[in-house]
């Protein structure tokens, strides 16, 4: 008998299974619009150009060679990082950067750090949040209670400010952990403003929340990097009084590098002395689990920032994936108001970056995928980046058949 009989059988994550039933899908009209994964007007996988040119710099490079970086990862990808992170916002001494897995892995080791220091009674997840927080909590702080703070209101497609902050002062705790998702959120497409912000670092400071900002998304919510680090950077200007943070930096999106894993983790302290034991408890854990991050992907990114050429064609690169996103949430407004399609649809024109909760109950969900093959998660959110200019009066035309 084997050993591992006994396992309970795992629930497939709905993300990866959508994609894999996708794939299986053999109607010639399928539609995906599930994936965060940056598709071009073809449905096609979008290099950018920055990236491309940045890899004919490497592979020219005649020094390139493939030796291991130091524990807190590749020094100038560490440094470009935390500049587009932070710019000039902080003493640079009192934060504490390194290289991670990605935006998961570094969504990981602030959750596994925290284990270790802070040990949190309680971490606050927006309602609905990105499906993979919840996961990670569970899986590295078994011990922490995950509770929901409002944020979407689904009736009117709006975020529910005042609940997240009555909800927070009332209930949340001196040392309690908040995640919040620097912009772009994932899946409401729905950010809080500017003034929005600081009232929510207003009650992380009167409550002494620990934050996490989650940062997936630089530059694909307005199409400029520091625009969209503006939520960070206040909370920054903030350190001096009883705010300590931290950022969980992903570059899948913005630097399409989803398979070269890039991204790092910055975690803010008040003093320099807490500075040095935060690295100390990131290299232990980062022995055990890493020993050091990837290279390759990370020098990719290191050459485009430092490189104001590949710089600007990276801006304009943002640009032109955030634009196409904007251009198709117009033409798919369009098509479903001109059908005058029951539902509100207002929203999808002033969400932001690559998603969009579309109200769908599941049973509509369920029928758009299998009458029509145009498959969302079962949230009924919808990812921007699979709709084309040749699927979309499909797509709207599916929608208006589901819902009439
Ligand atoms: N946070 C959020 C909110 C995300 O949507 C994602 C990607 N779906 C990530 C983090 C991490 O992505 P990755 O590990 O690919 O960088």
């Known amino acids: 008998m084997s050993f591992f009989e006994q396992i309970l059988e795992a629930v497939p994550d709905s993300t990866f299974a959508m994609i894999e039933a996708f794939k299986a899908d053999s109607n010639g009209k399928k539609v995906n619009l599930s994936p965060g994964i940056y598709r071009d007007d073809n449905a096609k996988t979008w290099v950018l150009p920055s990236v491309k040119k940045a890899k004919e710099i490497l592979q020219a490079d005649q020094n390139l060679n493939h030796d291991i970086s130091p524990q807190m990862g590749y020094p100038d990808l560490?440094?470009?990082?935390?500049?587009?992170?932070?710019?000039?916002?902080?003493?640079?001494?009192?934060?504490?950067?390194?290289?991670?897995?990605?935006?998961?892995?570094?969504?990981h080791f602030i959750a596994r750090f925290l284990s270790d220091t802070l040990q949190p009674k309680t971490v606050w997840l927006s309602d609905p949040t990105w499906d993979n927080h919840p996961?990670?909590?569970?899986?590295?702080?078994?011990?922490?209670?995950?509770?929901?703070?409002?944020?979407y209101d689904y009736k009117t497609s709006t975020l529910d400010i005042e609940g997240m902050l009555s909800t927070l002062r009332e209930k949340a705790s001196r040392g309690d952990v908040i995640i919040l998702q620097a912009c772009a959120h994932n899946p409401t497409g729905l950010d809080p403003s500017r003034e929005n912000w600081e009232a929510i670092a207003e009650v992380c400071e009167e409550k002494e929340i620990f934050p996490i900002f989650d940062s997936?998304?630089?530059?694909?919510?307005?199409?400029?990097?520091?625009?969209?680090?503006?939520?960070?950077?206040?909370?920054a200007t903030r350190v001096n009084a009883t705010m300590e943070f931290a950022v969980a930096q992903s570059f899948s999106k913005n630097f399409g590098l989803y398979g070269e894993r890039v991204g790092a983790l910055h975690i803010v302290t008040r003093t320099r002395d807490s500075a040095a034991k935060v690295e100390g408890v990131l290299k232990t854990i980062s022995r055990a689990e890493i020993t050091s991050a990837p290279g390759f992907g990370a020098k990719v990114v290191a050459t485009i920032i430092q490189n104001p050429t590949l710089r600007g064609q990276w801006?304009?690169?943002?640009?032109?994936?955030?634009?196409?996103?904007?251009?198709?949430?117009?033409?798919?407004?369009?098509?479903?108001?001109?059908?005058?399609?029951?539902?509100?649809?207002?929203?999808?024109?002033?969400?932001?970056?690559?998603?969009?909760?579309?109200?769908?109950?599941?049973?509509?969900?369920?029928?758009?995928?299998?009458t029509f093959h145009v498959y969302l998660l079962p949230s009924s959110r919808l990812s921007w980046t699979g709709l084309t200019s040749w699927n979309v009066e499909y797509v709207a035309e599916s929608i208006h058949r589901v819902v009439t």
Do not use: C
């Open 135 to 151: 996961k990670i909590w569970r899986h590295t702080n078994p011990a922490t209670e995950q509770r929901l703070y409002p944020y």
């Open 78 to 107: 560490v440094s470009v990082a935390r500049q587009m992170t932070f710019k000039d916002t902080l003493d640079s001494r009192t934060v504490t950067s390194m290289q991670t897995i990605s935006g998961t892995g570094a969504n």
């Open 216 to 235: 997936a998304y630089q530059g694909f919510a307005t199409g400029d990097a520091d625009n969209d680090a503006w939520a960070i950077r206040h909370f």
């Open 315 to 370: 801006q304009d690169d943002l640009k032109t994936m955030s634009g196409r996103l904007r251009d198709m949430r117009k033409r798919l407004y369009d098509e479903l108001t001109k059908r005058h399609t029951p539902g509100n649809w207002g929203h999808l024109l002033t969400d932001i970056g690559m998603f969009s909760i579309m109200g769908l109950s599941q049973e509509q969900v369920a029928i758009l995928k299998d």
